[in-house]
């Protein structure tokens, strides 16, 4: 199983500010990342698929990159609505496909 | 538009059995891989089980040979039998589409709005 490790678990960041969230995985996973926004009492949306290539309606602030062991989800000007927690997913090899931690990106 | 409206939640005592069950609309159902996901409360995200299109099935370890995911064909629904219950089931479990047509990728386009498990004496 692969296990994906993000960092940090909490990012404090002030709004306009840029965000930048990191995952791991414990094995090339080449490009196959997804990552998922997850707001109190709502299912998980999805962001990033691909490490890069925002999902539909997604606002182009939001980017991804990274391949293999190392990716990043970049927020360019955090938005009040962007306060939210963030996990990423491995889909490279499954079953199972596995989740991060996740990380809160909360109000400074 | 897409909705997947999951049912069947509650309350279950250890050893107990429950049934989950995802109504399925604006899309052909079996064009796709459905999905079960689930959320322990405040914790983050673990793939259960996924069903592809042909009926073949995945279970995450933790679930293998007490979980059983199948679908409804007239209803176009998906639905996970769940038995032998534990406490560390115990759940906000989602239902949720693949988000490529055909044979799984596995990461996920449309989510349910969640239904809660808890199992408990």
């Known amino acids: 199983e692969i296990v994906m490790t993000q960092s940090p678990a909490t990012l404090s960041v002030s709004p306009g500010e840029r965000a930048t969230l990191s995952c791991r995985a414990s094995?090339?996973?080449?490009?196959?990342l997804a990552w998922y926004q997850q707001k109190p009492g709502q299912a998980p949306r999805l962001l990033i698929f691909?490490?890069?290539t925002r999902a539909t309606g997604i606002p182009a602030r939001f980017s991804g990159s990274g391949s293999g062991t190392e990716f990043t989800l970049t927020i360019s000007s955090l938005q009040s609505e962007d306060f939210a927690i963030y996990y990423c997913?491995?889909?490279?090899?499954?079953?199972?496909?596995?989740f991060g931690g996740g990380t809160k990106v909360e109000i400074k | 538009e897409v909705q997947l409206l999951e049912s069947g939640g509650g309350l279950v005592q250890p050893g107990g059995s429950l049934r989950l069950s995802c109504r399925i609309s604006?899309?052909?159902?079996?064009?796709?891989?459905m999905n079960w996901v689930r959320q322990a409360p405040g914790k983050g995200l673990e793939w259960v089980s996924a069903?592809?299109?042909?009926?073949?099935?995945f279970y995450a370890n933790s679930v293998k040979g007490r979980f059983t995911v199948y679908r409804d064909n007239p209803y176009n629904s998906v639905s996970l039998q769940m038995n032998s219950l534990r406490a560390e089931d115990t759940a906000l479990y989602y239902c949720?589409?693949?988000?490529?047509?055909?044979?799984?990728?596995?990461?996920?386009?449309?989510w349910g709005q969640g239904m809660m498990v808890t199992v408990s004496s």
């Open positions: 949720a589409k693949d988000a490529v047509a055909g044979d799984g990728y596995l990461f996920f386009d449309y």
């Open positions: 604006g899309f052909t159902s079996t064009s796709y891989t």
């Open positions: 069903i592809e299109g042909d009926g073949t099935t």
């Open positions: 094995q090339s996973i080449t490009n196959n």
């Open positions: 691909a490490a890069s």
């Open positions: 997913q491995q889909y490279n090899n499954w079953p199972p496909p596995t």
